[in-house]
């Protein structure tokens, strides 16, 4: 029994965490990335109520019990390092980052102030110090948020703040009706940041995308125009660079230049396309990305690393001090007996921010910027193995000839459908062909991917597999090809 008063020694810590320890290691680390385990045991919510004791009652639990539930937890989890797992744009599973989690729970730190995180916040500074140069921005800055879309939220308030510094002062009063531009298959994020920005999704304007999902510098050029005649603030872009399901990347010195000529700020989505720049091969994707004023880039998709590590990096490093510093009395004292410039958290608009460098940090120390860039390379060596099997392979159809990101999308042909006119009706069966078996392949526990249809294209529902979990081999590539043919014959 836990009781309130007992001290770690009472609890029998060691035994407790040891026990923990075990089956972390046996039941997630081994056992959830073994082929011949399930990717998860689906259960529908009703039934998965009463496999877990959700209830909290007035009396302490035993460690026995606790550690029952926990293995029931990890049991129906599902298993997002499993090699089967390429569900969404993050998998992987690995000790190094895995370790740097653990620890960072474990002191349970705060990045707003030197007196409480001495270590971490020197490892940001340094991190960001390495993430700026790598991006190109000489005197640049950053925070890590909690999560992508709240990077982009960010992004566009310092970029709001840039253009009209007295909104932190007097609000939206007076000000003019602003216009921000995403491609049409942008993330929705910004959507969401016009709302609650105060912004208003409607002045979140989307920008047409080519064939390939890269957005048309022409659109964006003639929507500019157009607003600025009816008496709008043009004033900032989001270039999307790995995009959530083509894995296109926008032309950033096309966009760098149409920003520069109405005065608006260029930020770029480089959540998923980002970890290109630690690759010499792939980074030419992302060309130009110097000449953006911010960007976000998330660690925990195309690196692998557990949620959430998702970085903002901004060219001026001023400016999210700027924007966001509130200089809470009680908290950021200017008397204090250490240089107050190591207090960053003002810069941020949270108050108590979790540690999310140091996961970053160990797997780093851990395999260097080889292994780094070499995980990035293995993910672009498995789209490409992927897109030419998919060609070979009678039923598959792949969306677009070519691959962008790590991601690869196709379509499945039952063998009823080949061979057939491909009329809309032929078109419409097809659309029902990928949620069936999805929902076959979960029941079944035996691989994770997932669907969605296009409207941007006129695309039916279509598969999208991930390409980046260090795990997954050559072989599991042939495994899904194999898979969705089991499962999809008879449709
Ligand atoms: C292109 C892009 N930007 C932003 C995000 C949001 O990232 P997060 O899930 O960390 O909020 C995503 C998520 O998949 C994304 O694909």
């Not at 407790?16 to 680390?29: C, N, R």
């Not at 690995?94 to 370790?99: H, R």
């Not at 959507?191 to 002045?203: H, M, R, S």
């Not at 047409?208 to 929507?223: A, F, I, M, Y």
Request: with cysteine; charged share 20%; glycine share 8%.
């Amino acid at each position: 029994m836990s009781v309130e008063g007992q001290t770690f020694t009472d609890l029998d810590v060691e035994g407790f965490l040891g026990a923990v320890h075990k089956l972390i290691t046996e039941e997630a680390f081994v056992k959830g990335t073994n082929r011949g385990n399930p990717v998860f045991e689906f259960k529908q919510p009703e039934d998965l109520k009463t496999l877990i004791d959700f209830e909290i009652k007035a009396n302490p639990s035993t460690h026995a019990a606790i550690l029952d539930e926990l293995t029931k937890i990890i049991k129906y989890s599902v298993k997002t390092g499993h090699p089967y797992f390429f569900n969404l744009l993050f998998s992987g599973l690995d000790p190094y980052s895995q370790a740097g989690s653990w620890v960072t729970d474990a002191v349970n730190s705060n990045m707003h102030t030197y007196e409480t995180s001495p270590v971490f916040i020197l490892m940001e500074n340094y991190m960001f110090k390495k993430l700026t140069s790598i991006v190109g921005f000489d005197d640049g800055g950053g925070l890590f948020c909690p999560g992508g879309s709240a990077s982009n939220q960010l992004a566009l308030h310092i970029a709001r703040f840039n253009r009209f510094p007295e909104i932190k002062k007097v609000g939206l009063y007076g000000l003019p009706r602003l216009r921000c531009y995403i491609s049409e298959d942008g993330h929705y994020s910004l959507k969401k940041a016009g709302n609650y920005l105060g912004i208003g999704e409607e002045n979140v304007v989307t920008i047409l995308t080519d064939n390939s999902g890269r957005v048309l510098p022409g659109d964006l050029q003639q929507k500019v125009v157009a607003d600025i005649e009816q008496g709008y603030i043009p004033m900032f872009v989001m270039a999307t660079c790995g995009s959530t399901v083509l894995g296109s990347f926008d032309s950033l010195p096309e966009l760098q230049d149409i920003c520069r000529r109405y005065n608006m700020w260029l930020h770029c989505d480089a959540c998923y396309g980002g970890g290109v720049l630690l690759s010499k091969q792939h980074r030419h994707l992302l060309y130009g990305i110097e000449g953006c004023d911010s960007v976000s880039w998330n660690f925990h998709k195309m690196s692998g690393l557990p949620h959430q590590c998702a970085a903002l990096l901004v060219k001026n490093k001023a400016i999210l001090l700027e924007a966001n510093c509130s200089k809470a009395e009680y908290l950021f004292q200017a008397d204090k007996f250490y240089d107050t410039n190591y207090d960053i958290g003002d810069k941020s608009i949270q108050c108590g921010r979790k540690v999310d460098v140091l996961k970053l940090w160990t797997l780093w120390k851990a395999i260097g910027d080889l292994g780094m860039e070499n995980r990035i390379n293995k993910a672009f060596e498995k789209a490409r193995y992927m897109v030419d099997l998919l060609k070979k392979s009678p039923g598959f159809r792949p969306v677009l000839p070519e691959f962008q990101c790590v991601s690869v999308s196709f379509w499945y042909i039952p063998e009823r459908y080949r061979g057939q006119e491909e009329t809309p009706e032929w078109w419409l069966a097809i659309h029902k062909v990928a949620p069936e078996i999805k929902r076959r392949m979960v029941e079944a526990g035996t691989l994770m991917i997932s669907y969605q249809p296009m409207s941007s294209k006129g695309f039916v529902n279509f598969f999208r597999i991930v390409l980046h979990n260090p795990a997954c081999t050559q072989g599991d590539m042939k495994y899904i090809i194999e898979e969705i043919d089991r499962l999809g014959k008879d449709l």
